[in-house]
């Protein structure tokens, strides 16, 4: 059974710092892992999608890299501003019995990031 | 259009009453997904509809009962719940079954009193 694992849980910095967010899975399987961000009560927002043939990508101060073969993750925010205050989740799919992926994402306990001004 | 629309935002309601929740992509995306978000959890998934059918039930009671009307609408039928069923619902789209990227709605607050 995949598991996914988010460190740290929480998370305060001050603004301008450069933060890394770590993800670790289970079972290197995977067709792909997706961060997402989430304001307090509302949805999810894709940030970014690493399929499993891939080991990066980036958007605007964002970059995730993904080593699929020792089941880890990272997020790298740089710069950090005071509305990137959210909760990362971090998110993977993999083939399920019959062999083929279906929307089941297996989520990450999530990072709770606070950046103060 | 790149949205999941969900309706209502909030909704309280009591243990005899009868609510449903909606769901609308209008992203041409054939596949459709509810999740239940606890507070400080992450999202569980509880039902996919793949080609308007449902395809996964995650062992969900059936005082939830999932409807499929057409590939743009999702809904989630609600009766008898109980108070441990106030949750964040969330629903979900990709293109098909085998997706590789999912898109959520900003969910439905729901409070069972």
């Known amino acids: 059974k995949q598991e996914v694992t988010q460190i740290p849980a929480a998370l305060s910095v001050p603004e301008g710092e450069n933060l890394v967010l770590n993800c670790s899975f289970t079972d290197s399987a995977i067709y792909n892992l997706q961060w997402f961000r989430q304001d307090p009560g509302k949805g999810l927002t894709s940030l970014l999608l690493i399929q499993s043939s891939q080991r990066e990508q980036t958007s605007g101060r964002l970059n995730a890299s993904l080593d699929k073969s020792s089941g880890r993750s990272t997020l790298y925010i740089a710069a950090s501003q005071p509305g990137d205050s959210a909760t990362y989740l971090c998110?993977?799919?993999?083939?399920?019995?019959?062999?083929?992926?279906?929307?089941?994402?297996?989520f990450g306990q999530g990072t709770i990031l606070t950046v103060h001004p | 259009d790149t949205e999941v629309t969900q309706t209502p935002k909030h909704l309280v309601m009591g243990m005899t009453n009868k609510k449903s929740l909606k769901c609308e992509q209008h992203m041409g995306h054939r596949a459709m997904y509810w999740y239940k978000q606890k507070a400080k959890k992450p999202p569980e998934l509880m039902f996919v509809?793949?080609?308007?059918?449902?395809?996964i039930n995650e062992s969900v009671p059936s005082r939830f009962s999932p409807e499929c009307p057409n590939s743009s609408l999702l809904n989630l039928h609600l009766h008898a719940l109980q108070p441990e069923d106030s949750a964040l619902y969330l629903c979900?789209?990709?293109?098909?079954?085998?997706?590789?990227?999912?898109?959520f709605g900003q969910g439905t607050r729901l409070t069972v009193v």
């Open positions: 509809y793949s080609y308007e059918k449902l395809s």
């Open positions: 979900a789209s990709s293109q098909d079954q085998n997706w590789l990227v999912a898109f």
């Open positions: 998110a993977v799919i993999g083939p399920n019995a019959g062999g083929t992926s279906y929307g089941k994402l297996t």
